[in-house]
């Protein structure tokens, strides 16, 4: 299948500091990724679909200026955690979309703990 | 609101059995996906099917498509601790367009 990597797998910063997560499709070009966050034991909870070259849609909840996604390429789309407190520690999950049937690929995921 | 359910939520069986886990909605998806998840990682795509009927068979796995596109099932045969995880079935509809996720079954294969 598809190859889609995250970085980095895991950070730790400090609340108040801003935090930038990558998303990379590695061997085929994604117009479309999304952006999940996943809490303990449950499903994924999609945040926002990144389109290359226009602005993300937010699902109902998130917002916008503290959740960063700039999608600038056909191979990266980045989230940045602005501000970052403890609330929003969390293992956050890239995917990215290909062409063919529709099948999304994931990123490994990144554990993100703010202290 | 829930698109997908599925069913059971939760698992635990010894070594050695069979289980067939569900995945069930109201709406009609162009294709449904079927992944595992391990603790600390990311979901990996097992199988994609798009008819309705359609049946695919990985190793032990079966995974059925439902005749009307809105339901499917994945059977483990001779379930191994290997096979723990979760497992989200996903509905998908048109390119660009985020897929519908279930809220997964936690499995757990007893040695």
């Known amino acids: 299948g598809a190859v889609v990597s995250q970085h980095p797998s895991w950070v730790i910063c400090k609340s108040g500091t801003s935090v930038k997560i990558e998303c990379r499709s590695l061997?085929?070009?994604?117009?479309?990724m999304f952006w999940y966050r996943q809490f303990p034991k449950q499903s994924l909870m999609l945040m926002a679909t990144?389109?290359?070259?226009?602005?993300?849609?937010?699902e109902q909840g998130v917002e916008k200026d503290k959740f960063l996604i700039n999608h600038a390429s056909l191979t990266l789309s980045t989230l940045t955690v602005t501000s970052a407190h403890p609330e929003d520690s969390s293992f956050y999950i890239c995917?990215?979309?290909?062409?063919?049937?529709?099948?999304?690929?994931f990123g490994q995921g990144t554990r993100l703990t703010v202290v | 609101t829930q698109l997908l359910e599925q069913s059971p939520q939760f698992l635990s069986i010894q070594e050695g059995e069979n289980l067939t886990v569900y995945c069930n909605s109201s709406?009609?998806?162009?294709?449904l996906q079927w992944y595992r998840q391990e603790p600390g990682e990311g979901p990996v795509l097992l199988v994609t099917?798009?008819?309705?009927?359609e049946v695919k068979k990985l190793k032990r796995l079966t995974f059925q498509f439902g005749d009307a596109r809105k339901d499917s099932s994945l059977h483990i045969t001779a379930a191994q601790p290997g096979d723990t995880g979760l497992y989200l079935c996903?509905?998908?509809?048109?390119?660009?367009?985020?897929?519908?996720f279930g809220p997964g079954t936690r499995l757990s294969v007893l040695p």
């Open positions: 995917s990215a979309q290909t062409t063919r049937l529709g099948e999304a690929f």
């Open positions: 061997d085929f070009q994604a117009t479309t």
């Open positions: 990144s389109n290359e070259g226009s602005k993300a849609t937010y």
């Open positions: 709406s009609v998806f162009s294709s």
């Open positions: 099917v798009v008819t309705g009927g």
């Open positions: 996903a509905g998908g509809r048109n390119y660009g367009q985020n897929f519908v």
